[in-house]
């Protein structure tokens, strides 16, 4: 069963324009959240993260917003850009006994067309 | 520079024939991971490691196998009992195991991608 689900498989932005990638998780005991960003043939790079005990953090042109609640985050990459093209991860650990472990979504693969 | 080399970039594998991925960081973290993508998928936990001479299983750990003699070196065995080897091997490593710390976010190297002949 999926405890990170990343539910559009691509998505296209023209540049310029705003990028919402969406991420919702089933697991109440993850409490800190990450994104990643993938090039073909290459590992992951970090990008951004957010704790449970928040709900908004903001890195230049990319915030993630977190709702607790709805158990839910986006990242917004705004203003998009012709190398924001990349397949971007949505990760998830939680307290307690394996907290070491990062749950992984599938992945949105994000076009930004110029 | 400060990073994770995996090597090779890419390998291939005979039927029956087990094979070593490696993988050194000189980022001076204690957690080392091991990955595997598929495509379309997301990254599954193959084994992982705290610190040096420990390793626990991931997810996937059926047919691979893992040393953890330096704290810079994590290699991954790829034994002849994984039936369905072909895919992208990530490592990764972080400062420490935490509880949602940014301890806890993990680097990773540039892959290697195994294939079988």
């Known amino acids: 069963d999926q405890q990170v689900k990343q539910n559009s498989p691509s998505l296209s932005v023209q540049e310029g324009r705003i990028s919402i990638l969406n991420c919702d998780y089933t697991n109440s005991m993850f409490d800190y959240f990450l994104w990643y960003k993938k090039y073909p043939a290459e590992g992951p790079t970090f990008l951004i993260s957010?704790?449970?005990?928040?709900d908004k953090n903001e890195d230049g042109r990319f915030t993630v917003f977190l709702n607790k609640s709805a158990k839910h985050l986006s990242l917004h990459i705004v203003p998009s850009q012709p190398g924001d093209s990349a397949v971007y991860f949505c990760a998830a650990s939680g307290a307690g006994a394996g907290s070491y472990q990062l749950t992984f979504g599938k992945g949105t693969k994000l076009s930004v067309i110029p | 520079d400060g990073g994770i080399t995996q090597s090779p970039k890419y390998l291939f594998r005979k039927e029956g024939q087990n094979v070593t991925l490696s993988c050194e960081q000189n980022l001076n973290h204690d957690a080392m991971y091991w990955y595997r993508q598929d495509p379309g998928q997301g990254l599954r936990l193959i084994y992982y490691?705290?610190?040096?001479?420990?390793?626990q299983k991931g997810d996937i750990a059926e047919g691979y196998s893992v040393s953890r003699e330096k704290k810079e070196s994590f290699p991954l065995t790829v034994t002849s009992a994984q039936k369905n080897p072909t895919a992208f091997y990530l490592c990764?490593?972080?400062?420490?195991?935490?509880?949602?710390?940014?301890?806890?976010?993990?680097?990773f190297g540039a892959g290697t991608r195994l294939s079988v002949l």
């Open positions: 957010i704790s449970s005990i928040k």
């Open positions: 990764a490593s972080s400062i420490a195991v935490g509880s949602g710390s940014p301890k806890n976010i993990q680097y």
């Open positions: 490691s705290q610190i040096v001479n420990d390793f």
